[in-house]
């Protein structure tokens, strides 16, 4: 990995960073992927995400979703876990709650392929601040 | 305080003395020492302090002090399933002690020990950090979360 | 379109199962099926204004529906397209409704700062970081700021300390800046130890950069170039997304020598805890880190002047350090403009006990306890009465009814008896004792007391004897009043933070709950039904048909009787466990 | 030097900076009741764990109590000492100390020299609230050679665990476990008997309360004496005669060996004999060795080791065998002045008296612990009986001689009995640090260079410092001496000796501050180490009083030589007078 050596390195290296990720959510592209966000932090893994996380990423390729699926950290509904983020492109992202292998298989199929919402949403309430 | 005679076979000692080179033999390390031997051995039998009072050139007395100190230490073997009970406030409001009894009549031992056929121990810990699954059993790596105290056979039953 | 009724406990208990049905079948009965779908959702913590309703895409916000409501929103909104202008949010401040939920000042009860990017990036990659702005702090401060200047925005954003006491950040890194000294230190304190908190351990987890980068910015301010991370071993996963992200930012350059072409050096090691409490207190935790008994010592000498291996030591929680990075990129301004006047920014609870959302929420200081719990937290299980939240943890105290309107900030907090504290907070209901609440936490403080000074390691002892005492019906007067005697006495006496707090909890709820305790050594009565030793267990002779259910289920044989015939419970052989009640389908067990 | 204004209980005072809140106080008159702080000044040592919060004050503007003995003076301080808050709180925490405390008072060892049971009275604590129901901290006591534990009366006030380790760097005590269990205690709660202690008794002798006192060997004395068919010798160490005056309430340095053979022999002891004349005997032994270690390194011998090092003290004995045992063979082989003196009495007086010896009980009455341990150690002993049959420590002499109503204070001074009573000069000075070496040099310098010596005080050895180097000329031939007294200095000694790197010839260590006058067998000096000046100067001032000043000069030491051993370093010397090491470096292997 090529060190930064500047502050200018580091923004040239944001705005690319942030190209690539705006690329993925914002589905300025038509091919653009799903995005799935799974917490993983010690209450959603002690609540199984791990293996919603899995299933979520064989399930997606075997059934031809276009997706990127990654971990991120605790979303704060620590009594809903394990909770998933799902962005379609050009959507605003949704969150679901209590989420185990067979509603990771009815978002899927209700959600993913078809913008049916299923039950499970979490409303989100807060403001994050954006830089 | 109880002891079960421990011998340390060669490899044993050696494998303990590398740990404690791998810290540099820095006294300074004790506690990531002890860390990483329990680790390795499950638990701080007296002969393993021994050991490494003599690496890191510290007196036995004192790794036992810091060993006594840290509820993280333990010298007692841990059965083969250890089960913690999380008794943090959250767990606690929402009904752990009661699950902590059940295990304790249905094993017949006290917190801090090991069943007589070895195969599990009990202990309590504070506050794993998944409050929103209270109360937590933690059996080896496997989290219990919403526990009640009806459901303490069904987990014991997995590992029958 | 879709329809989102709040499914949560709050909302239900005012109907909401009914609210969906009637949807489903109105919207059967218009032939929309296939264009409207109804769903069920979590909560949306704004359980004072439930039963919810959320319409999809336009974002409208109804409260307070009723079923009778239902056809309306079907045939207004769904089939006209015009929002039911009366069950709409009203705002209080203005008085005006409003139609789109993203206006809601609702959902500015909670900002993310110290988890800006928690549940947003992948922790363990640094790019995500750094596209949201990571390390962008560092950088700016190494090529435009002197560690003055830096230490100046710091005390102009009035950040204080969020691990405890509150001390001034700035103010803290002023002071160690000052004590010139071959080597310094920049210690993260990250063994949260307080029973029913998870702020840290999630901000570990969720964004460990962030922690990263403001040690390299502390250390640049004060002179120091090693920083250690002293964190719990009970938190695996934090460890290992740590160790991922130093690793990372050493790749990048961003820890290590020359950051940033600035010829500044900064690295970071962990160290780990062991499972001791009092390593919450800074010297303690110094001394474990050097491998000893992590006892404290008298301050002064305080860390800043003689720390880690007896050098200059700042030490901060992991929550503060979370919040050094936007202050810099946003400003000192634009952080104290979020909070109270003593206390600014915001501040992260974990939100646990009888609350319907268990959780992890950021509120700007000075939110009051009724959003955080009825807005924020959906309100109280079961639908059961809020009596506590218990905030500051072993060392904390309880708020009660009367604080429910208190602006939540450091001063207030302590001028309530209780105190900041790391960010637990605990919810209590109607039927959790009080006594019993303070005897669970100084039981924990006997355990975790190092037992160095005399104050804490027999005081407290003595203190959780007495509450024993009383809530087993054997208490005084006498011993009430010893109780508060002995608690101001170790509080004023003790060595460390510890000491200093324990008897808070006791404080707290003879301050608030005094005629729970008079009613425990008067009456030998528990009016939370949680005492054991105080409650009986008797079967109601009427109600009792003899179907010998209890006497089969009796764990230890306290209950006799013939079939067909009331039954009795032998109460010196009974246990109160409480598996008769269970079993009993006739409600002929009660408790006295 | 900068100096610190405040006020302490409205009187203004002014103290140079880094003054503590307790000392300033003390400058005032002002007595703040302290029980875990102790200031060994001389020794360089400090325990102020400001863990028993006694000692506390409300200091102006702090929101709590402040510890006396661990706040340091600033200026402007307003220190208030006596408010209703101090008082109520130093009197809570007392009866909290005392709620975990045996009150069994009255059977206690230390009752009437307890710092607790002091403050008790001084605080009139009348009772302690809650006592019926108050759980008490309880641990196994523990009966080692020379030392009981029993930690149930132990306060946490961490004396003992300073001394052990920071002063001693013997390493055997540590805080362990946590809380109210908390305790000072050896590696794994374990016996003393199974830890690197040297029974040195540094520990007992800074113990304010019950917890760490000597195994009482009176009662077995009193049996001894009561046999009409024993025989009992007493023998009395140097340093005793110095300090056991205190116990009766004389000053401190006051000499009173008169009055301790008079009240020995109303004791009823059938001879009154004394350590000293041993001590002649060990010089004539260790220094004949020294010179011929000496001479046959000069020689070029290289299988011969240098430095020689002494070994009197049986507290430091048993520390090289746990640290140094790379190095048995470099201190002197020549036993302790105590076994010598059981050997010489076992043989030679007992041939005198015609009996055998099993017949004599030998009793040695020393300012230490550690030879009660001495005296039990295997090699000491013939066929199963010892050399020395019980050691009583001063203090254990000073209960004696109140239990056989004594009127000590008031005794007319007696003599010695002879032979093994008689004694010189040299033989005194073994009670302070440097002057076993004083001793040696100066037998040692006579026997070399056969001339005599003008001056035989040696000042250059004397001193308080823990660590002396001197070099002493035998006529051209210079001598290197070492000298350390506390085990954490000889650590540092040895450490460099080990390094091959010193020239020093010989050297002398003793485990106690300043020697056996400051051992763990003295009367208590609670905490003010001028007591132990006051005990050197007696010492040197009874070597002054002496005709005869070296030890080879004694005439019973000489007639002892031509009657029964022949000459220094004989055949019958060397199975009497000398032993061996053992290598104890794995012993510290528990369990």
């Given at each position: 990995m090529a060190k930064i050596k500047s502050l200018d390195d580091l923004r040239v290296m944001k705005e690319s960073f942030q190209s690539k990720i705006n690329l993925r959510e914002k589905g300025e592209n038509p091919g653009s992927h799903v995005q799935i966000k799974v917490a993983m932090a010690t209450c959603g893994i002690a609540s199984g995400a791990k293996t919603v996380m899995e299933f979520m990423m064989e399930e997606l390729e075997k059934r031809g979703i276009e997706s990127v699926v990654t971990q991120t950290g605790c979303m704060g509904y620590c009594y809903a876990e394990p909770t998933i983020e799902v962005k379609l492109p050009g959507q605003e992202p949704v969150v679901f709650g209590y989420v185990d292998t067979k509603k990771a298989d009815e978002i899927i199929e209700k959600y993913i392929k078809n913008g049916e919402l299923v039950e499970g949403i979490i409303p989100m309430n807060y403001e994050t601040i954006d830089n | 305080m109880s002891h079960i005679k421990v011998e340390l076979k060669q490899e044993q000692v050696a494998k303990l003395k590398e740990i404690c080179k791998s810290f540099d033999n820095e006294a300074g390390e004790l506690i990531n020492v002890l860390h990483k031997t329990q680790e390795t051995f499950g638990y701080l039998p007296a002969e393993v302090q021994e050991v490494i009072a003599r690496e890191l050139n510290i007196s036995v007395a004192k790794v036992y002090g810091v060993v006594t100190f840290y509820s993280f230490f333990t010298m007692i073997p841990k059965g083969k399933h250890p089960i913690s009970i999380c008794t943090g406030t959250a767990c606690y409001v929402r009904g752990a002690e009661k699950v902590l009894d059940e295990f304790k009549r249905i094993l017949d031992v006290k917190v801090g020990e090991t069943s007589p056929d070895g195969k599990f121990s009990l202990s309590c810990l504070r506050c794993v950090g998944a409050c929103g699954l209270a109360p937590v059993v933690s059996v080896g790596e496997k989290i219990y979360g919403r526990v009640s105290p009806d459901g303490v056979k069904d987990i014991l039953k997995e590992y029958e | 379109m879709h329809l989102l009724v709040c499914g949560g406990t709050g909302c239900r208990a005012s109907a909401s199962d009914s609210i969906i049905e009637k949807f489903k079948t109105e919207i059967a009965a218009k032939g929309l099926e296939n264009d409207v779908q109804v769903i069920l959702t979590g909560c949306f913590g704004f359980c004072e204004k439930g039963p919810i309703v959320k319409v999809l895409p336009d974002n409208t916000f109804y409260t307070q529906v009723k079923p009778e409501d239902v056809a309306e929103i079907v045939a207004e909104h769904v089939i006209k397209g015009r929002k039911v202008n009366r069950l709409l949010y009203i705002d209080p401040t203005n008085q005006e409704k409003i139609s789109d939920a993203k206006h809601m000042g609702f959902y500015r009860k909670q900002i993310r700062i110290a988890l800006r990017n928690c549940g947003v990036?992948?922790?363990?990659?640094v790019d995500e970081y750094i596209a949201r702005d990571g390390y962008h702090a560092i950088g700016k401060v190494l090529k435009e700021y002197t560690p003055a200047q830096t230490i100046d925005i710091i005390k102009k954003s009035g950040l204080r300390g969020r691990g405890g006491g509150g001390f001034p950040t700035g103010l803290k890194w002023e002071i160690a800046s000052k004590n010139a000294a071959d080597q310094k230190y920049v210690v993260c304190n990250a063994d949260e130890g307080d029973p029913g908190a998870f702020m840290d351990r999630s901000v570990l987890e969720g964004d460990p950069h962030s922690v990263l980068e403001a040690m390299a910015i502390c250390g640049y301010c004060i002179g120091a170039t090693q920083g250690v991370i002293y964190i719990r071993a009970e938190y695996p996963l934090a460890i290992t997304r740590l160790k991922i992200a130093i690793k990372q930012a050493r790749e990048y350059g961003l820890l290590g020598k020359d950051i940033m072409g600035s010829g500044f050096d900064f690295d970071i090691t962990l160290r780990y805890g062991a499972g001791a409490f009092v390593c919450g207190e800074e010297t303690s935790l110094i001394h474990s880190m050097e491998g000893l008994r992590g006892e404290p010592t008298n301050k002064p000498p305080f860390p800043a002047e003689s720390g880690y291996l007896g050098k200059p030591t700042n030490v901060n929680n992991v929550e503060t350090f979370a919040s050094v990075p936007v202050i810099i990129l946003k400003g000192a301004d634009w952080f104290s403009s979020i909070g109270t006047e003593k206390s600014k920014g915001t501040k992260v609870f974990a939100l646990a006990g009888k609350i319907n959302n268990v959780g992890l929420i950021e509120v700007p200081m000075g939110t009051t306890l009724r959003e955080v719990i009825f807005e924020i937290g959906g309100g109280i299980k079961n639908g059961k009465k809020f009596k506590a939240a218990q905030t500051g943890g072993p060392s904390g105290g309880c708020l009660t009814e009367k604080h429910l309107d208190t602006p939540i900030d450091f001063d207030n907090l302590i001028a309530a008896g209780s105190m900041m504290g790391s960010g637990g907070m605990i919810v209590m209901d109607e039927d959790d004792c009080m006594v019993s609440i303070a005897k669970f936490f100084l039981e924990f403080t006997v355990e975790e007391s190092c037992g160095k000074c005399a104050p804490c390691r027999i005081g407290n002892k003595r203190l959780y004897e007495i509450l024993e005492r009383i809530t087993n019906g054997e208490g005084t007067m006498e011993e009430l009043e010893r109780l508060r005697n002995l608690s101001l006495v170790i509080k004023d006496t003790s060595l460390c933070g510890l000491g200093q707090t324990s008897p808070n909890p006791v404080l707290s709820t003879m301050d608030n709950f005094y005629n729970e305790y008079l009613a425990h050594v008067n009456d030998k009565k528990c009016p939370a039904g949680q005492c054991k030793s105080l409650m009986k267990y008797v079967v109601e002779p009427e109600a009792c048909v003899g179907c010998t259910a209890c006497a089969r289920n009796c764990p230890v044989n306290a209950i006799s009787g013939e079939r067909k015939k009331p039954h009795l419970i032998d109460t010196a052989i009974c246990i109160k466990c409480g598996a008769c009640i269970e079993k009993c389908k006739f409600n002929a067990i009660s408790i006295k | 030097m900068e100096t610190i204004k405040l006020t302490i209980d409205n009187k203004p005072v002014e103290v140079p900076a880094g003054t503590s809140v307790y000392q300033a106080a003390k400058n005032l008159g002002i007595d703040i009741p302290v029980l875990c702080y102790m200031n060994l000044h001389d020794l360089g040592i400090e325990n102020k764990p400001a863990g028993c919060r006694i000692c506390v004050v409300e200091v102006e503007g702090r929101r709590n109590l402040a510890p006396s003995c661990s706040t340091t003076c600033a200026n402007g301080m307003v220190v208030k000492t006596h408010t209703t808050r101090v008082i109520n709180a130093r009197r809570t925490v007392m009866e909290l100390i005392l709620s975990d405390?045996?009150?069994?008072?009255?059977?206690?060892?230390?009752?009437?020299?307890c710092d607790l049971q002091n403050m008790a009275v001084k605080m009139g604590v009348r009772n302690i609230p809650g006592q019926a129901y108050a759980e008490m901290s309880t641990y196994k006591t523990d009966f080692s050679p020379s030392i009981i534990r029993d930690m149930d009366k132990c306060i946490m006030c961490r004396r003992c665990e300073t001394m052990c380790n920071d002063f001693q760097t013997v390493g055997a005590l540590s805080g362990v476990n946590r809380g109210f269990m908390a305790v000072v205690a050896p590696a794994f709660e374990q016996d003393l008997e199974k830890s690197p202690c040297t029974y040195c008794g540094q520990c007992v002798a800074v113990c304010p309360t019950g917890a760490l006192t000597e195994v009482d060997h009176t009662p077995k004395v009193i049996r001894a004496l009561a046999d009409p068919t024993k025989t009992v010798l007493v023998q009395t160490a140097p340093a005793v005669r110095a300090a056991l005056g205190e116990e009766f309430g004389l000053e401190p340095g006051t000499r009173v060996t008169g009055k301790m053979v008079a009240a020995l022999r109303q004791i009823g002891f059938d001879f009154i004999f004394d350590t000293d004349f041993a001590a002649d005997l060990t010089i004539m032994e260790e220094g004949t060795e020294l010179l011929t270690r000496l001479g046959k390194h000069l020689s070029g011998d290289k299988t011969v080791k240098l430095p020689m090092l002494t070994s009197c003290c049986p507290g430091w004995v048993q520390f090289f065998e746990h640290n140094y045992s790379d190095m048995l063979d470099v201190p002197s082989t020549a036993k302790s002045p105590q076994q010598m003196f059981g050997a010489i009495a076992k043989s030679y007086f007992a041939e005198k008296l015609g009996k055998k010896r099993e017949d004599l009980v030998v009793v040695s009455v020393m300012p230490c612990l550690a030879k009660k341990y001495e005296c039990q150690r295997d090699e000491f002993k013939v066929d199963g009986n010892p050399d020395v049959d019980y050691s009583i420590s001063t203090r254990e002499l000073a209960h004696l001689i109140k239990e056989f109503n004594i009127g000590f204070n008031e005794l007319a001074d007696e003599d010695f009995d002879r032979p093994l009573g008689e004694s010189t000069g040299a033989g005194v000075i073994f009670g302070a640090t440097g002057g076993v070496i004083e001793a040696a040099t100066r037998t040692a310098y006579e026997l070399h260079t056969g001339k005599t010596l003008k001056n035989v005080e040696f000042t250059a050895l004397r001193g308080m410092e823990g660590i002396r180097s001197a070099t002493v000329d035998f006529d051209g031939l210079p001598i290197n001496i070492g000298i350390a007294h506390g085990l954490g200095n000889a650590r540092k000694l040895l450490d460099l000796v080990r390094t091959g790197k010193t020239n020093y010839h010989a050297i002398e260590i003793m485990a106690c501050p300043g020697g056996c006058i400051g051992g763990g067998g003295q009367p208590l000096h609670h905490g003010d180490t001028s007591v132990l000046k006051a005990r050197t100067k007696a010492i040197y001032s009874e070597d002054t009083n002496k005709v005869i000043r070296k030890s080879h000069e004694n005439p019973y030491i000489i007639k002892l030589y031509e009657e029964f051993l022949g000459k220094p370093m004989s055949h019958k010397a060397h199975e009497l007078l000398h032993t061996h090491y053992f290598d104890k470096s794995s012993k510290d292997i528990f369990i």
């Open positions: - | - | 990036i992948n922790p363990e990659n | 405390h045996p009150k069994d008072c009255l059977t206690c060892p230390k009752s009437g020299s």
